[in-house]
């Protein structure tokens, strides 16, 4: 399951757009363009454990690789960067219009810390794959204090 991450009281708005993009493209077969109250558009993501880490994948075709931003704050990974439209000069008229463009982020909430240090973020094929891996696990050892040594002995 994938948590956004809720900040103010103006996320109601954006709660009701997602919801009613959401029973849109239920109804209607496909995905709506309908923008948040920001005017960002939010590309699809995937969420997954795999092999000790959290992976996130992005579909964000149509971007150059340094226009991308991956920021960890907290426990949220946050992308974001913009698409631009190469026809923002010309006159069209569409016929079909099913691609966003223009500034997008992404939210998702990290359900464990991850190793900061150690975060992957790859750009390909219109993919951008982030690896946050989960902190090895370190095994603690009890010492035997004098009371359960002397008890052990008799």
Same mark, same amino acid.
């Given at each position: 399951?994938?948590?956004?991450?809720?900040?103010?009281?103006?996320?109601?708005?954006?709660?009701?757009?997602?919801? %009613?993009?959401? /029973?849109? =493209?239920? @109804?209607?077969? =496909?995905?709506?363009l309908a923008r948040t109250?920001?005017?960002?558009?939010?590309?699809?993501?995937?969420?997954?454990?795999? $092999?000790?880490?959290? +992976?996130?994948?992005? %579909?964000? *075709?149509?971007?150059?690789?340094? $226009?991308? =931003?991956? +920021? @960890? $704050?907290?426990?949220?990974?946050?992308?974001?960067?913009?698409?631009?439209?190469?026809? #923002? $000069?010309? #006159?069209? !008229?569409?016929? &079909?219009?099913?691609?966003?463009?223009?500034? /997008? &982020? *992404?939210?998702?909430?990290?359900?464990?810390? +991850?190793?900061?240090?150690? @975060?992957? *973020?790859?750009?390909?094929?219109? /993919?951008?794959? @982030?690896?946050?891996?989960?902190?090895?696990?370190?095994?603690?050892?009890?010492?035997? !204090? !004098?009371? =359960? !040594?002397? #008890?052990?002995?008799?």
């Amino acid at each position: 399951m994938l948590i956004v991450r809720r900040r103010s009281g103006r996320e109601l708005s954006r709660i009701q757009q997602e919801m %009613e993009e959401l /029973f849109r =493209s239920m @109804v209607v077969g =496909s995905p709506s363009l309908a923008r948040t109250s920001f005017g960002r558009w939010r590309p699809r993501v995937e969420v997954y454990e795999s $092999d000790g880490a959290l +992976v996130v994948t992005a %579909e964000v *075709a149509g971007i150059c690789e340094q $226009d991308l =931003s991956v +920021v @960890v $704050d907290d426990s949220v990974l946050r992308i974001s960067g913009v698409r631009p439209n190469p026809a #923002k $000069d010309h #006159k069209r !008229t569409y016929y &079909e219009m099913g691609i966003p463009y223009g500034p /997008f &982020e *992404a939210e998702v909430f990290l359900p464990f810390t +991850v190793v900061l240090d150690a @975060v992957e *973020a790859i750009y390909d094929n219109g /993919f951008l794959r @982030v690896t946050l891996p989960r902190p090895q696990a370190t095994r603690i050892v009890p010492r035997a !204090t !004098t009371a =359960s !040594t002397s #008890k052990q002995e008799r």
